[in-house]
């Protein structure tokens, strides 16, 4: 993991195509804006592992799904 430190208004470039910019700070919270593509999804990490769940229960409840194949 790579830990860095940044003031407001500070920028980080992540690949050649992200740019993430503090822009807020107060107390232990800070706002950040990220710049990237639209085809690039970006999630709180409780929102993607939230969504990651719900798709492996989609795909465990499918028909065609290689768990429930077996079942036949």
């Not at 919270?29 to 939230?50: G, T």
């Amino acid at each position: 993991m790579l830990v860095l430190s940044r003031k407001r208004g500070e920028k980080i470039q992540i690949g050649s195509n992200i740019t993430m910019t503090v822009v807020h700070i107060s107390g232990d919270r800070v706002r950040l804006a990220f710049d990237a593509p639209p085809d690039v999804p970006i999630h709180r990490d409780e929102l993607r592992r939230k969504l990651e769940a719900e798709q492996a229960q989609s795909s465990a409840s499918r028909p065609d799904s290689p768990l429930l194949a077996d079942c036949a």
